[in-house]
């Protein structure tokens, strides 16, 4: 059963910074691109970044680039969203997902819970 | 980041059928395939449609997809209380070169 599994959010103050892990299984990890998109309390979803197979591109939201970075370990079939200056703007469920294509991304993980706040 | 465009609420009694727009742009909808997901609070997005009125395996019939210009709609039918989620619609945007999704439609079962 393919499946992602998100780790790593928690409380933080603005400024601060967080690591998410999502941990990849039953499928072929390093053959596909990967992405993170969040989802702000009350809000929709929103795409935040993505990442090529060989980690040789990754493309951000505006309002993160410079702040965020989008990794993969693909060993350890693990996709890593390294954030830094946290805003409280950035409290959100952030979930990870294996991108098929232009908006198609199938499945997503349940989503981890990042909250930037003093 | 610009979004689609959808109904904040839609709401059936079971049995019925609810439909949801999408509205976006030339730069989105209009030149670009669109995807459903179905998002119940703290769980995983599930993806519904893709490539505008495709069913991936395991999700009912009952769910359909359809596009016209800019605007594409997901129809629900045989609405049913398992139904009651948020929906959001996707595309690809040219000129942002990346992907956006609709401001979201909670569906009620009445």
């Known amino acids: 059963e393919v499946q992602l599994a998100e780790s790593g959010g928690g409380l933080v103050h603005p400024g601060g910074s967080l690591r998410l892990s999502c941990a990849a299984s039953?499928?072929?990890?390093?053959?596909?691109?990967m992405s993170w998109v969040r989802q702000a309390p009350g809000k929709g979803l929103e795409w935040v970044a993505t990442i090529k197979q060989d980690g040789s591109e990754k493309y951000y939201v505006d309002s993160v680039k410079g702040r965020f970075t989008i990794s993969r370990d693909n060993a350890k079939n693990s996709l890593i969203l390294q954030m830094n200056s946290l805003r409280v703007e950035d409290t959100a469920i952030f979930h990870c997902?294996?991108?098929?294509?232009?908006?198609?991304?199938?499945?997503w993980g349940q989503g981890t819970l990042v909250t930037v706040s003093s | 980041q610009s979004m689609l465009t959808q109904p904040p609420s839609a709401s059936g009694t079971p049995g019925q059928r609810v439909t949801i727009s999408c509205s976006g742009s030339?730069?989105?909808?209009?030149?670009?395939?669109i995807y459903w997901y179905q998002h119940l609070p703290r769980t995983a997005p599930k993806l519904l449609i893709y490539?505008?009125?495709q069913r991936p395996s395991g999700v009912p019939d009952r769910f359909s997809g359809s596009k016209s210009g800019t605007s594409a709609s997901l129809a629900i039918s045989g609405l049913r209380s398992e139904d009651e989620a948020d929906y959001y619609c996707?595309?690809?945007?040219?000129?942002?070169?990346?992907?956006?999704f609709g401001t979201g439609t909670k569906v009620t079962v009445l």
């Open positions: 030339s730069s989105n909808i209009g030149g670009n395939y």
């Open positions: 039953g499928f072929t990890f390093n053959a596909y691109w």
């Open positions: 997902a294996r991108r098929i294509g232009r908006g198609w991304f199938d499945p």
């Open positions: 996707a595309a690809w945007d040219d000129i942002l070169s990346a992907p956006v």
């Open positions: 490539m505008n009125n």
